[in-house]
């Protein structure tokens, strides 16, 4: 069965230092890979989609910037982070398109 | 902007009810629909998907969609305490075509009384 892999759980970072939150599926090839963003109290607001190495589609200017270095592998990047960047972070996959849409645990982001 | 609108709740139910959970979208041409459970600070789970007008149930849940109307809700039948979540619809953003996007609501906090 497939599985989905986020970490760090938890991260607590100052404005303006880096980021990097990775993301990793077992269990199936090329599947479409997806960086979700849920502010406190709000609904879900994806991020950055990938069908493919290297394949980044980006949704909402900011900040943030993704990359797939490997089939199965997703990272979410900054390198300054700001106040606004905080809140908790959803990587999903799915296993192609108009399929369901399956999330992993999240990083809930705390910037100081 | 495509949209896809739901009650932010609460909706209370009393255990062993039915709830009923509405969501509309604006997408004419959308395809895919997904009900996904959010327990508070966990990250949503996928509960139902339907792609073809009419009624799809499984277990206690049933998806109903109308495309005419754009509309889809999510019953659950025999309300039980732990169902108490929030409800997020979501709906494939159409593209004239395969489309990797899915647009969510804000979801509906539903609280079932014991």
């Known amino acids: 069965s497939q599985t989905i892999h986020q970490w760090p759980a938890t991260l607590v970072q100052p404005v303006g230092s880096p980021l990097s939150l990775e993301c990793t599926v077992e269990?199936?090839?090329?599947?479409?890979l997806y960086w979700y963003r849920q502010a406190a109290g709000r609904g879900l607001q994806l991020l950055f989609y990938?069908?493919?190495?290297?394949?980044i589609s980006s949704e909402v200017p900011q900040n943030l910037s993704a990359s797939r270095p490997q089939d199965r592998q997703f990272i979410l990047s900054s390198k300054k982070l700001l106040l606004s960047d905080s809140g908790f972070y959803l990587c999903?996959?799915?296993?192609?398109?108009?399929?369901?849409?399956?999330f992993g645990d999240g990083t809930r982001l705390s910037i100081l | 902007q495509k949209e896809v609108e739901q009650n932010s709740g609460p909706l209370s139910v009393p255990e062993g009810a039915i709830a009923s959970l509405n969501c509309t979208y604006s997408?004419?041409?959308?395809?895919?629909f997904f009900w996904y459970r959010q327990y508070s600070g966990k990250s949503p789970e996928l509960i139902m998907f339907?792609?073809?007008?009419g009624d799809k149930e499984d277990g206690r849940f049933t998806a109903q969609l109308n495309k005419a109307s754009q509309y889809v809700s999510l019953l659950i039948r025999d309300s039980q305490p732990s169902d108490s979540a929030t409800y997020l619809c979501?709906?494939?953003?159409?593209?004239?075509?395969?489309?990797?996007?899915?647009?969510f609501g804000t979801g509906t906090l539903l609280a079932v009384q014991p």
């Open positions: 979501a709906v494939n953003e159409d593209y004239g075509g395969a489309t990797n996007k899915l647009i």
């Open positions: 269990g199936t090839s090329n599947p479409n």
């Open positions: 999903a996959w799915s296993a192609t398109v108009g399929q369901p849409q399956h």
């Open positions: 997408d004419r041409g959308s395809q895919s």
């Open positions: 339907i792609y073809s007008n």
């Open positions: 990938s069908v493919g190495i290297g394949q």
